[in-house]
């Protein structure tokens, strides 16, 4: 894949010399010839869900100056990013980063800025190529891109989504970062069943990842490998593995490419373990689904699961949860029962506003919001806190399909709401 230097510089060149030379030359150096009939001429964003279906047009060189309220966002080595609105709906703009590291590396070793550009913007439009190749729910959606014919900026627009802040994600209940997990698995089996083969995160860093209406998204892929090691014996593919993977991962060299097969996705999935997995999903699980949690947790550890094994057991997870069956009591499932030992239900009655108060593993700051999967799970929830006096059942629903309920440190003269059920502990009354 890799071509000399004259070749790669002159290539560089036609990057933005020409539109339909750049999609070429960068169509080759990543995918190879094959790109042509997929990829070429598509439209950006055709096919796709999401914010892609919002927009009526095509973002493209002449739409670009159409995203208003343009704020810098991040910068790194070849790119910068900024955010936008177009026809309302938030965007990401990608393109070349003028104080990047790359741009001025380049330009200290006497090559002058255009040549410098062109070599920053044929990567961007490769990742372009690639992020429109793995068309996904998980995979950021390309929604339009900026290659002028003649002098210009090139750019990428996509889809806006939330930074993965270490901090915040501590915060997210952990019904939310159960469902980054699952996203998490999503992007792994992807990754190893890629129409492009499969292919490595060589970089797994959170920086790469972002959060769309509660959705993980892959959204950086310039360090993705599009190839797995090449091997004569199967003791090459062992040597190239981490130490702590070389007892427990399953890769054998392939007699007929020559290639250690299951290496990309073993490392995917031992990474995303390490940075991500262990830290985001035991905390404040609950205490019933721990068992399937250690499981998880060490085919992560240990990478000694296929990509597809970890996502059935990240789906088993999810559904084990949402129907409530850890639940070590014998839970009531109806939510239309008008009665509850030592509770009285009153319907169509809420305490909007009243007798709020914060509790671990809220879903809010101010408020004791949690899901629960009955009636009898809420109470449990309640008699097992002190400050609950009452909590309050409605309308909403968490992704998974659980009832929201809001926890009560008192009980007071109530408001007539529709379709609300306040439910307060008699033994609370004072």
């Known amino acids: 894949m890799k071509q000399d230097g004259t070749n790669s510089l002159s290539g560089l060149y036609l990057f933005v010399a020409a539109y339909v030379s750049l999609f070429a030359i960068a169509g080759v150096l990543l995918f190879g010839p094959g790109i042509f009939p997929r990829t070429v001429l598509v439209p950006d964003g055709a096919g796709q869900g999401g914010h892609a279906a919002l927009l009526s047009t095509e973002i493209d060189c002449e739409s670009l100056k159409n995203i208003t309220e343009l704020q810098f966002l991040a910068g790194g080595w070849t790119k910068a990013v900024y955010k936008g609105r177009f026809l309302g709906t938030p965007v990401a703009v990608k393109t070349v980063n003028l104080d990047g590291h790359s741009l001025k ?40 891109s900026c290659i002028p014919q003649t002098s210009g900026p090139v750019a990428m627009v996509t889809e806006l989504g939330e930074p993965l802040d270490t901090v915040r994600l501590l915060q997210l209940a952990w019904e939310d970062r159960l ?27 959170r920086q790469q990842f972002v959060i769309v209406d509660g959705i993980l998204k892959l ?3 310039d360090d993705i490998g599009l190839e797995e090691p090449s091997c004569e014996t199967r003791t090459d593919c062992i040597q190239v593995l981490p130490l702590q993977l070389r007892n427990t991962s399953e890769t054998w060299c392939s007699p007929e490419t020559k290639r250690c097969v299951g290496h990309n996705e073993r490392l995917n999935i031992w990474r995303a373990g390490k940075h991500f997995i262990h830290q985001f999903l035991p ?25 597809a094994k970890i996502l059935s ?56 919001i949690r899901s629960v999967h009955s009636l009898q799970e809420a109470a449990d929830l309640c008699s097992a806190d002190y400050k609950c006096k009452a909590f309050v059942i409605g309308h909403a629903r968490t992704w998974t399909g659980r009832v929201l309920a809001i926890f009560k440190s008192g009980v007071g003269p109530p408001t007539p709401t529709r379709g609300h059920k306040l439910i307060f502990r008699r033994d609370g009354l004072h």
């Open 105 to 144: 590396e380049c330009q200290d070793k006497g090559h002058n800025i255009s040549h410098c550009y062109n070599r920053a913007a044929a990567k961007i439009v490769k990742e372009m190529l690639l992020l429109r190749e793995l068309v996904h729910d998980n995979i950021v959606k390309v929604l339009g």
């Open 179 to 205: 469902r980054l997990v699952l996203g998490m698995a999503k992007i792994l089996h992807l990754l190893a069943h890629s129409p492009l083969g499969s292919l490595a995160m060589n970089d797994f860093r």
């Open 283 to 307: 905390l404040g699980a609950p205490a019933g689904l721990r068992p399937l949690i250690l499981g998880l947790l060490k085919g992560y550890r240990e990478a000694s699961w296929s990509s």
């Open 219 to 221: 959204s950086d892929v």
């Open 313 to 368: 057991e990240t789906e088993s997870l999810v559904h084990i949860f949402s129907s409530g069956q850890y639940l070590e009591s014998n839970e009531v499932v109806n939510m239309d029962i008008n009665s509850l030992p030592g509770f009285t239900i009153l319907e169509g009655k809420d305490l909007p506003g009243q007798f709020d108060y914060p509790c671990p593993e809220s879903r809010s700051a101010v408020n004791c």
